[in-house]
């Protein structure tokens, strides 16, 4: 039986669906206190004085601490794209002499209850002297005496930008906005920290994503060797880039645990959430396209400014890095430059959510491309089609690096998936059905966005595999779930390499003290990434099976199979077999059947790449206008992707909508606004609106497997990131179509205030 | 803080006899003192969905009631949806059509679509869109759900 390739049933689901999951809230301990942080009430200002009697008296508090508390412990350091010049904005788990966001922790609040612990926090009077705040990251200001908002800018390009702009036929600019938004996931952030003394350890329960660095990083800040710090993690409700990075939360419990002597439990509110957890996406590009008389992309120069929030968080530069590197996209782009301004603002800190820089740069490029279609009269697709980087040109080289690789797509045919995408939705019809449409008065119209996406990011991966005597086969990976089918999906690769049920594989994540090594769930790396090391592992698993069966079974290991954990020999009156638990029996360290084999029928196995690979994808938007709200409606909408290969196509589709639904959040709905002050307005579901069942259309998905990867055998590619990346561009341009004004749409969200504005400076509509 | 009140509260038909302070919402009751956490919390002002429950057979946002508020009444939660092994119909649906990711709004859509199928069996397809908009899921999409749950109210009403 095969199971790569096919769409299993998850293994996940049972204790999900039955009430039997254990997310961080449903983890505890006895003798537990709770924390409750004191967060900034101002954007930016200077602490004066926090007194914190009041909230002491408070029967059941246990302990209140402020930046004199935790003055020795370090600022949470990057995980990701450390640029020079970036360290001093880093964030300290409480704030030291000034606060710079609203939700900036200033103190926490430990006690015996989760009530009492927000009475408590309640009373702690924090005294701030208000300074102004800085709330667009265009303009440039002094994050503290003697420094300024702009940490680095970040630069790519290659070529002769000046001179492609010299000799070009028509030179096209645009001004364009995305709006702050991000993963928001049903989970909100939890923590819980453990120092078991009798065995000199520290336990963090609640961890996600990245659990290996988050250890490391505890144990340096903390002053405590890694392998006496261990991270669990549960089940994760979402992840989308922003959950499980380290935050001052989760070392505020940590160090609380080892100095209070007791379990430190943190579940955040949705409040919280909104202004205390990573934001994303804000950015401003000011862009210009040279192009040939033909419509021919000659160069671009992206000037842009990406607005950070607060402090520089785990991420480092990592989002303005990939837009810059990812903007240039499917085309061939001769001459490139762009300049990226990272900007502090008093607004939350900023670090990615899927498709990071790529739904900002999509958009980008994307408008840019109907720009220059509708300077030269020219068809969206046509001017796709005469830019796009061919088949034949792969591996293509394009001169940038990003997030420590060159960036070598692997493999693409761009010209074949729109075709197909373009087919499935019946393109030309399509557009004769809308005109007619318009003909009666309507706004409607349909657009697309093309993209590269990037996955699989290295630069390794370990698990370790063994068999049991009971015939279960469990795979410890040091990477991460966030709820995506990883336990599934590795399963499957385990089954088929190895020769079992994939209903046999326990698959074990996020357990620090199981595998020393792992880089976790980001960047779409796991299916890839883990995969590989699963598969190079069961082989060597497999090999060590057969060679045992060789010897009992009497015949040589070529002459052997494994099939749904039975070890096979030949057929009719030859047939002989053993199961694989069997085999495992054989392999004790006490069997004397063993031989000189080493113990145990296990192996470990690694993956190594330098590399990234490139899917890529297609989407097609259908819109119509409502003229007197500016309300869009998305009556169709068609996501054609390319994966490579695709281990289980239900969850890689299951990806695709959950991202196109995040997607079409940002593009219509959802935005992380502020008052003049800094204020948030944004803190309730009811302000921060995400799509419901009503927004939300049944969509078509193309997945294709036109384009493996060439860096893997199983040519796996990634599929976290094909269904948001280019939803914002597709529908920007499905609404100019639909009012029949090109380059109308240059800022998202387009909210219905937004579109009411357009169309009324357009006048009459 | 204030006095503690007796309240008696009926889980999946077990009786807890608690003694919450009266701003004890039911959602923590049920997760804390009765120990089911199948039950989850997403944003405790009433619009995500993720705390629905049925009280005396409606649906209700368990984070917008106190616990006092239940006394006495029977509370079904996630927990108490299989028949031991086996399955309900909307769990089985879900798990087929791929219905759920992280798996952390699954409780309070199935509890929510639990509750209105079984006042309303025949429910048309748009107001079950109605009902089903009114939770939130950041992972799916909605479109698997949506149509587990159209396969479920199939089944149900077949039996
Ligand atoms: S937790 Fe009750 S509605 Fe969100
Ligand atoms: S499955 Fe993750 S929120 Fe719905």
Redesign the interface.
Known sequence: MVFVGRSV??L???P????????A??VSFPHMLHMRVVRSVFAHGRIVAIDTAAARALPGVAAIWTFDDIAHIPPIDFRLTRVEGLEPYRQTILARERVRYVGDPVAAVFAEDP??AE?AADLVAVEIEELPALLDAAALGEFEPGRATEPAVIRKGYGDVEGAFRSAHAVIELDLAVGRHS??????RGAIGRYDAARDLLEMYGAAKVPHWNRDNIARMLGRDPSTVHLHEG??????GIRGELYPEDVLVCAAAVKLGRPVKW?E??REHLIAANHSRQQRHRVRAAVDAQGRLLGIDDEYFHDQGGYVRTHGATVPDLAAAMLPGPYRVPNYRAAGHIRLTNKTPCGTYRAPGRYESTFVRERLMDAVAARLGLSGVEVRRRNFIAMSEMPYERPVDTLGTHVVYDSGDYAGLLDKALAGIGWDNLQERLRARRAKGELVGAGLGIFVEKSGLGPFDGVKISVDTGGTVEVVTGAAS????VETVIAQICADALGVDYRRVRVVHGQTDRIAFGLGAFASRVTVMTGEATRIAAGRVRAKALDMAAELLQCSAAELDIQDGEVRRGSGLLRASMRIEDVARHLLPSSRTRGQREPGLSAEGWFFTDHMNYPYGVHIAQVSVDADTGGVTVERFLVAYDIGKAVNP??V??QI??????GLGGALFEEFLYDERGEPLSV???DYL?P?????P??AVIISEDAPSPRNPLGLKGAGEG?VNAVGAAIASAIDDAIQVPGAITQLPVTPQRLRAILRALGGL | MSEKAAVRLSVNGQDYALEVEPRRTLVDAIREDCGQTGTHIGCEHGVCGACTVLVDGEPVRSCLMFAVQADGKAIRTVEGLADGDNLHPLQRAFMEHHGLQCGFCTPGFLMLAAGVLEREPDISDEDLLDVLSSNLCRCTGYQNIIKAVRAAAAEMRAR
């Open positions: 049933p998850r996940e689901d049972r999900l669906v039955t009430g039997r999951g254990r997310f809230a449903d009530y009492v009475d993963g928001v996931p049903m989970e909100t089940h994760v409700g979402g992840g989308f579940i509110d949705r966030v709820g995506q089918g239900m969850l589709q299951g909508l959950g991202g196109f639904a995040q309730t579901f009811a995400m419901t069942a009503r927004e939300v049944d969509i269904g």
